[in-house]
């Protein structure tokens, strides 16, 4: 449990050193996201599509026979949905937008183009040499990117009221460039994932729907 907190301190730590200006000012940061990122938190179980719910309690299950509060392993399980906060709060105060409304406009369309299980199939092959562990983190971090990415266009299209419809309305006004990566990500699927180069290869073709591989 402590490493899964640390895991996420990390993470937002390494966010804020290449996200923030240099000579990083602690206070003005602090007031920027804590408020946002409480929130969010506290809000993270009406935010989430149904199947991460599910995640989160398959992730919380060796906790809870080695005797943790169901409730203190469930919140530990979900701090893995907190490593996209600070791009969320970011995007919600740049917008002047709730935090938990654009938050179910990234889940959302991270869900569909299934982000998280691409990112999780990169961590599997993160096991060998260093330069293949930086090369799956720089991965990882660019996928998060895609996903920021791709909240801001459907906000940009659509608002952030009735998510799931905005999310919709958005892939469907833009087919042309969603359904090569859709074909592509459904042909990933359906094989094991055992090359880094095939989650690159993933990773390019969202970036064309997203408008950086121009």
Request: a negative charge.
């Amino acid at each position: 449990m402590t490493l899964d907190i640390n895991h996420l301190i990390e993470w937002v730590t390494l966010w804020f050193l290449r996200n923030v200006k240099a000579g990083l000012d602690i206070g003005p940061l602090v007031r920027e996201f804590r408020d946002g990122i409480a929130t969010l938190s506290d809000g993270l179980g009406g935010s989430l599509p149904a199947h991460y719910m599910q995640d989160i309690k398959k992730r919380a299950e060796p906790y809870t026979p080695q005797g943790v509060p169901e409730a203190l392993a469930l919140r530990i399980a979900n701090l893995v949905n907190l490593y996209s906060a600070c791009d969320i709060v970011r995007l919600a105060n740049r917008r002047k937008l709730p935090v938990n409304d654009v938050s179910k406009i990234y889940f959302g369309i991270g869900t569909h183009f299934h982000l998280g299980r691409l990112r999780a199939a990169g961590d599997q092959l993160a096991a060998g040499s260093h330069w293949q562990y930086l090369a799956v983190a720089a991965l990882t971090e660019e996928i998060y990117g895609h996903q920021l990415a791709l909240a801001n266009l459907v906000i940009e299209s659509g608002g952030v009221r009735n998510p799931d419809k905005v999310v919709s309305s958005w892939l469907d006004n833009n087919r042309d460039l969603v359904e090569p990566t859709e074909r592509l990500l459904s042909e990933l699927w359906s094989t094991d994932i055992n090359d880094l180069s095939m989650i690159a290869v993933a990773s390019r073709s969202l970036s064309t729907v997203t408008g950086d591989g121009d």
